[in-house]
């Protein structure tokens, strides 16, 4: 009777870590009952299959016959508590599958909530205003530069043409330094410019004398 109880009580117990409305905290200290149990059990039957041996080196049959069949029942028990385990271990699976599932939706929710929220937060007259503002602000320090860029006082008197001429005055005369000066031309001598230009009345006056040897 106190085994029967044992086993009702171990079922129930199954039974309660099964149920949708237990916690998941329930289920490992199920599974480690279970192996509790199943570890006792093994143990038990272990027992008695010595108490047999000693039976039949008694010659003692039938004592050692009914060890033989509490060791079935604590197999059978045994058997009945690896299949149990099995089952823990399924819905522990399952279970945190679906807790991975929850969190994936609510995280999917939460951040669909939170891009509604800037989108309602933000709108498109806003955006275009923003960028309106923006540009404003570009044209209005450009104007800025350019006013602190005028001249102003003496330096705005100043004749801008009168100041390029003078600057092209100073490129040439620059250049004019750079260009290299004309060879000198040497001067000849009065009497060497008698002695070429008698050359050819000479020549001409040897050539009507050998002419004229020539006839006689």
Do not use: W
């Not at 085994?3 to 409305?21: A, K, N």
């Not at 385990?85 to 279970?95: A, F, N, P, S, T």
């Not at 044209?139 to 003078?166: K, V």
């Not at 008698?198 to 004398?209: F, I, V, Y």
């Amino acid at each position: 009777m106190e085994q029967v109880s044992q086993d009702s009580d171990l079922i129930e117990t199954v039974l309660i870590s099964f149920s949708p409305s237990s916690s998941d905290s329930k289920n490992p200290e199920t599974l480690e009952m279970l192996e509790k149990k199943e570890c006792f059990l093994q143990k038990k039957a272990s027992a008695e299959v010595e108490k047999a041996k000693d039976y039949t080196k008694a010659k003692n049959k039938s004592a050692a016959i009914q060890c033989l069949k509490k060791k079935k029942l604590y197999e059978t028990q045994i058997e009945q508590l690896a299949n149990f385990q099995l089952r823990v271990h399924d819905q522990i699976i399952m279970l945190e599958s679906a807790k991975a599932t929850t969190d994936t939706v609510d995280a999917l929710r939460s951040g669909s909530s939170a891009v509604k929220a800037i989108h309602q937060s933000v709108s498109i007259d806003d955006i275009e205003n923003a960028i309106e503002e923006a540009n404003e602000h570009t044209e209005n320090m450009r104007q800025i530069q350019e006013a602190l860029a005028t001249p102003i006082g003496a330096s705005a008197d100043f004749d801008e043409d009168e100041l390029e001429a003078e600057l092209e005055d100073l490129e040439e005369e620059e250049l004019d330094h750079e260009l290299p000066e004309p060879p000198q031309t040497t001067r000849m001598e009065p009497s060497a410019r008698v002695t070429t230009s008698s050359q050819p009345a000479n020549d001409l006056a040897e050539l009507t004398k050998l002419q004229a040897e020539m006839a006689l």
